[in-house]
């Protein structure tokens, strides 16, 4: 990765285009940077109306809008969730076309303040499925809402424990598949009847690539994975 995505923390392929969009996350600034399948820096994308409180995951619909989710909550004190929604096009209205997609208080409310969440997320048949990063806790959860503007309370569909936190999830490019991503291991689930949940398990996939902070789908089987030294790496789903 160049040194400017030094904190990269999310991964969405461009659109029409071989590359890719990744960002920082807490503390970055508000901005999206291209990069090749190398990590060499093609475009830097500025979005100064918007905030980088702190961006943990990035999603792209067959429209080339990109979704940003600002939903880092490491501290457990963040009331003002959100999800950022703009269009991919390299032009100078990008940022006043953006959108934003507020996730309420009542979602994300902690019981315990040892159970922190932090949503990744990705888009499947126009919803934004939000998934937990939960510390010191295994189990994940899987939620759903509209990707549109507006102000909504997630809906829980499933869980399941993985024993290993979210750093990452992605979905396939036919919409057949979703990987989620935790440090040491891709674990691979099957979408059946466009239902998504954790009911249909393929298979998991062990990768000794440090800490690991990003995934995105490249085709239906390839994928590229970033760590927290910037590297990057191809791996395939057997």
Avoid at 63 to 68: A, E, L, V, W
Avoid at 116 to 140: D, E, I, M, Y
Avoid at 146 to 153: K, L, N, Q
């Amino acid at each position: 990765m160049p040194a400017v995505a030094n904190e990269n923390s999310g991964l969405a392929t461009a659109s029409g285009k071989p590359t890719f969009w990744t960002h920082n996350d807490s503390g970055g600034k508000p901005e999206l940077y291209e990069v090749d399948s190398v990590g060499n820096l093609l475009y830097t994308w500025a979005l100064p109306d918007l905030q980088n409180k702190d961006w943990e995951e990035l999603s792209r619909d067959p429209q080339g809008n990109i979704y940003i989710g600002d939903t880092g909550n490491n501290t457990n004190t963040r009331k003002d969730l959100c999800i950022y929604k703009v269009s991919d096009s390299h032009s100078s209205t990008k940022a006043e076309k953006s959108h934003t997609i507020t996730l309420t208080k009542r979602i994300f409310r902690r019981r315990s303040p040892k159970k922190l969440l932090t949503a990744k997320l990705f888009l499947c048949q126009r919803q934004l499925v939000p998934l937990s990063k939960n510390w010191g806790k295994p189990t994940a959860k899987l939620y759903t809402l509209p990707a549109r503007a507006g102000d909504y309370t997630a809906v829980l569909k499933d869980s399941i424990r993985l024993n290993g936190m979210i750093t990452a999830a992605d979905i396939s490019p036919d919409q057949q598949t979703f990987a989620v991503l935790t440090y040491g291991k891709v674990f691979f689930f099957a979408i059946e009847e466009k239902k998504i949940d954790f009911k249909h398990p393929l298979s998991c996939l062990k990768i000794g690539r440090g800490q690991v902070e990003a995934l995105v789908f490249v085709t239906n089987h390839d994928l590229l994975v970033t760590n927290e030294k910037g590297k990057i790496y191809k791996i395939t789903r057997r």
